[in-house]
Every structure is written in structure tokens, then in C-alpha cells.
């Protein structure tokens, strides 16, 4: 059995590289022909490992605490202080940013980048003021580097005509690109290398994972070392809370040469926003307890209606005081990034992907599973270009099923960044505050960054002094929100939330100018209402229901 098995194998890799050679004789340029050998290079090796997969990526029992020195409180890093020439450990970083996605699952055309999201600017402009402040702020010269995709790049390169004259040299590579292969064949569904038409939808961008190789391939890795840089520092672009850390710099470039850490990751502290809620039941979940303190005696008619692609679920209910029944509440759960384990003496990152169907609800807890990663990554360059040239990058792969518009079934390998930890040496992960995880993934999201919650300098978001509590409102937009322009309109100006808890918004909704959100507000228009909230409105601990129309006349 395992040596016919291994037979198919072969026969499966044997047919993959023939018609990736196929693949690459349609194409006109000897450059463009370069390119995708290279990214071709990459797919096999994964390709390979795919093939070779039996069972899970991670055996449950082996899988133990992190040592405590493993994982340093941000507090301690901090409290050693800056010394007098910050400039140089500057003048040894480089900030990538991640720039591969769309903005298409907020309703956006082009680059996610290009969203604005405070005073007009958008994620690149904040990006740029927060290193530009930098270099002006130390005489120092930390460059900018985009890894762009196919998606992104030709949009991403025409706005950065913009910043000719600010001071912040400015560099991009593209990730690669892989080809969608049949889930039944296991063979690309692409006949030829062009990105015209249907076509498109044959390629896909291989997850962040991939910056490591494309990074490589493209000479600019090579180029910046030769420059004096050392270090870079990895974020998501829309991770508005991953800005340069001083503290966390000198760690890394403080530290002996044979001690030096190759690879620091960013996590923060689960909160119960970003557990899972539980369903079924008057207990149903700890979300709704609160609410049913402050407005309801009593709770009837709980149930559970339908789950969702993002854990989304909604909810009816009745409560006693209010006329309006089958109310429609939409529960969510948060989950975030993986979380760093100790597996076979390595530091690991353990992804939700890997977990086993009877785990998955410890994984998600905050009892045994307590911090997650933020995506913020510090990773030597010159162990990036060690590691590239011995073929020692072990990436465990993500299987992304997809159908494509037509109804075929495909598959994409991909691979995560951060899961490369286990690759270098001396790997440390720092616990910082969650003001530095910030990540714009929805209108919700959106609503937060862009209310008084928030002040912005030089690009830069922090909380304001004038908010009690350190920790954001939970805020739950419904589907009448969910695309940046829907959400636009729906805001003469954005609440003032300086005192919000909660909010849930539902339905057909509409805010005037210079509403206040205090407390608990839930907000719900039923189908065929519409809710309009007026200017001036001051909500605090408040279910708003029914239908309330204001027309001009």
C-alpha cells in the first residue's frame, strides 16, 4: 500500500511539472518567463510537502507551555530604557508591510491600502507619516518596503508618485504567484500565464507566508543588507497599532552576537471579546448577560437561528418591558491569530488549521491558551538569506479550499509568516499591550478608528486620555454597514464614544450629526423599519427598537 501510494505521488509531481513547463512556454518575456520560474520553484517544493502530508501537523499530547523566559512581558523590555543613540539601532531597521490584500470585503476597489480610515488618509498615508516622523524626529533613514501582489501592485505603484517628496525612501516586491489547482486532478486550472479574463481566477497571491521567498527572489533583500540593515519589522498594513517600536528595536540589536534574537513575535492578551461565544439556552452566553442585567427581568424565547462564515450568529429573543418581539440580535465571536506553544523544544505558533476537531474548543479559551499572535514580526535579514539558501524554511501549509465562479472546485496552498518562528534561532515572543494589535478588518472596526476614541499624530492612533478605560467598545455593525460607502452614508458625523461599552447596530439605521454613545446601545430597525437616530441624540444603556422615520418637509 505505501509503496503504491508513493507511486501516485510521484506520478502527481511528475504530471505538476509538466504542465507548469506548459505554463511557462505561453509566455512572451524572457523576464516575465524568470519570474515565474522562480515563483514555480517555491510552488513545487510546497507542492512536494502537500503530498506528503499523513495526518495532522501537530500531535496534541507533545504540545506544552512556552518556558516563561520565552515570552517577555513588554513592561520588562521597556523599563531598560532607550540609550542616547537611538538613531543607529534606526539606521539597521527596515518596515515591511504587508499590501497583497483588496479592500473588495468592505466594498472596495483596489488595494485595502488605499481605504481612508482617518482625516482622508488612508493606511499607506499613515504608514508613510509614522516612518517620515521618524527619520525627521532622529536624522535617521528607515526605509518603507511594500510586498504587493498581482492584485495590488499596479494600483499601489501609481499612488506612490505621492510621497516623491517625503522622507521616506520607498521599495516593493511582489509576492508570488502560484497557480489554483482542480481539487480533482490536482493540476492547474490555468492554461496559460496570461491575467486577462477568466483566467485570473487561475492565480492567487500564496499567503504572507510566502514574504520570505519573494523577498529573497527579489535581490532587495541582498540590496539592504549591503545597505547596514539588519532587522525588519512585519506588519499587516491595516493593523493600525504596528508602529515602530524603540523599546522592542533596542532588545534586539542590544543583545551579544552569538545571542542575538533572529525573531521576535508580537502577542497580546485574549480578552473575552475574542472567545467564542456559546450558544443554546437562557445561560446562552456571557455577551447578552450583562444587557439582560440593565434592561430585562427576565429573557424568553432564546435561540440559536443560523451560524455564519466569521462565527456570526443570530439571535431572537423577547424581552418583557418592550412591545416589539422576535428582536434580531447579532452575536459574534472574534477569533484572532494563532498562539505560540513550546513543541519539541522550539518556540511554535500553533494555528486554529492545525488543531484537531476535539481541541478546538480549548484552543479557543482563554484558560489554557492565553495570548495570540498579532502578526508583528522582528526577523533578522541575515538570517532570512541564511535560512533561503540551506532550503531550511518548514512551513506547515494552509489548504484554502475555493469555488471559482464558474463552480469549479480548487485548492490554494499557502503558507503563514509567522510560522517560521520555529526556523530561527533564539526566537522570543514579547507580550505587549493590545493597543499595539489595532487591525481594520470591518466597518465596525472602521467606526471605532474614526470616532474620538482615537487622536491621530503623525500618523500615529492612540487612545484618547479623556476614554476611563483602556479597552474598546465592542461594536457590531449589521449588513446595512458593511461596505464603506453604505457605512458613509449612514453618519451625518461619527458618535462620540468616549463612554461606550457595547454597541449593536441592526437593520435600516441612520445617525445625525453629533450623537452620543454611552454605556450599552443596541439599535434595532426589524425588516421593513427604518431607524433614524437624531442629531444631538444622547443614548446611554439603551435597546432602540421600532421604526422611527425624520423627514425633511
Known amino acids: 500500500m505505501a509503496q503504491f501510494q508513493e507511486m501516485m505521488r510521484q506520478q502527481l509531481e511528475s504530471s505538476m511539472h509538466t504542465e507548469l513547463e506548459k505554463l511557462l512556454d505561453t509566455t512572451t518575456g524572457e523576464a516575465e518567463r524568470e519570474v515565474s520560474r522562480k515563483d514555480f520553484e517555491g510552488f513545487k517544493n510546497l507542492f512536494h510537502r502537500f503530498l506528503q502530508v499523513k495526518g495532522p501537523s501537530v500531535e496534541w499530547i507533545k504540545i506544552q507551555r512556552p518556558p516563561e523566559d520565552s515570552i517577555q512581558p513588554f513592561d520588562k523590555i521597556a523599563a531598560r530604557g532607550l540609550p542616547d543613540n537611538v538613531a543607529d539601532s534606526l539606521n539597521k531597521l527596515v518596515v515591511v508591510k504587508l499590501n497583497g490584500g483588496l479592500g473588495t470585503s468592505m466594498g472596495c476597489k483596489g488595494p485595502k491600502s488605499l481605504i481612508s480610515v482617518r482625516n482622508e488618509n488612508t493606511f499607506l498615508d499613515l504608514t508613510v507619516q509614522q516612518i517620515e516622523h521618524l527619520n525627521k524626529t532622529y536624522n535617521t533613514d528607515v526605509p518603507l518596503v511594500l510586498m504587493n501582489s498581482f492584485n495590488t501592485d499596479e494600483d499601489t505603484k501609481k499612488i506612490l508618485q505621492k510621497y516623491t517628496h517625503h522622507r521616506v525612501k520607498i521599495h516593493t516586491f511582489n509576492q508570488s504567484r502560484y497557480p ?5 486532478s490536482l493540476l492547474p486550472v490555468s492554461t496559460n500565464l496570461s491575467m486577462n479574463g477568466q483566467n485570473t481566477e487561475g492565480w492567487y497571491p500564496p499567503g504572507h507566508g510566502d514574504i ?8 532587495l ?11 525588519i519589522f512585519v506588519s499587516n498594513i491595516d493593523n493600525l497599532g504596528a508602529t515602530v517600536d524603540l523599546h522592542i528595536l533596542h532588545h534586539l540589536v542590544s543583545q551579544p552576537n552569538g545571542k542575538r534574537c533572529e525573531f521576535i513575535m508580537e502577542v497580546t492578551d485574549k480578552t473575552r471579546a475574542d472567545v467564542k461565544v456559546c450558544g443554546g439556552g437562557p445561560g446562552l452566553c456571557r ?6 442585567h440593565i434592561f430585562c427581568t427576565q429573557w ?4 440559536y437561528i443560523c451560524l455564519g462564515k466569521q462565527g456570526m450568529f443570530v439571535l431572537s429573543f423577547k424581552v418583557n418591558h418592550l412591545h416589539t418581539s422576535n428582536v434580531s440580535i447579532i452575536a459574534y465571536s472574534n ?9 519539541d523544544g522550539k518556540l511554535r505558533l500553533l494555528e486554529i488549521a492545525q488543531v484537531p476537531k476535539a481541541h478546538v474548543d480549548e484552543f479557543k479559551s482563554v484558560s489554557k491558551f492565553k495570548i495570540f499572535n498579532t502578526n508583528n514580526l522582528w526577523i533578522s535579514l541575515a538570517a532570512i538569506k541564511r535560512l533561503q539558501e540551506q532550503k531550511a524554511m518548514d512551513l506547515e501549509i494552509i489548504v484554502n479550499p475555493k469555488t471559482l465562479d464558474g463552480g469549479q472546485n480548487v485548492v490554494q496552498l499557502e503558507t503563514a509568516v509567522g ?9 522570543l515572543g514579547i507580550n505587549v499591550p493590545r493597543s499595539r494589535f489595532l487591525p481594520v478588518k470591518t466597518t465596525s472596526d472602521l467606526l471605532l478608528v474614526m470616532s474620538n476614541l482615537y487622536s491621530l499624530e503623525a500618523g500615529s492612533l492612540t487612545m484618547s486620555p479623556k476614554r476611563e478605560f483602556p479597552t474598546t467598545p465592542h461594536v457590531k455593525l449589521g449588513s446595512s454597514f458593511t461596505k464603506v460607502q453604505e457605512y458613509v452614508n449612514r453618519f451625518e458625523s461619527i458618535p462620540d464614544m468616549l463612554e461606550l461599552d457595547h454597541l449593536t447596530v441592526s437593520g435600516d439605521v441612520t445617525f445625525g450629526k453629533n450623537v452620543s454613545l454611552k454605556g450599552t446601545v443596541i439599535i434595532i430597525a426589524n ?9 444631538g441624540s444622547m443614548l446611554e444603556n439603551k435597546i432602540v427598537s421600532g421604526n422611527l422615520r425624520i423627514m425633511d418637509h
Do not use: M, W
Not at 533583500?221 to 532587522?231: S, T
Open 221 to 231: 533583500l541582498d540590496q539592504l543588507i549591503v545597505q547596514g540593515k539588519e532587522y
Open 300 to 303: 424568553c424565547c432564546i435561540h
Open 180 to 184: 489554483r489547482i482542480n481539487k480533482e
Open 287 to 292: 455577551f447578552f448577560s450583562y444587557v439582560s
Open 419 to 427: 510560522a517560521a518562528i520555529k526556523c530561527f534561532d533564539n526566537a
Open 527 to 535: 425588516h421593513g423599519d427604518r431607524i433614524d437616530i437624531p442629531a
Open 335 to 343: 477569533p484572532q491569530g494563532g498562539t505560540l506553544i513550546q513543541y
Open 212 to 219: 520570505y521567498a519573494s523577498f529573497y527572489n527579489s535581490g
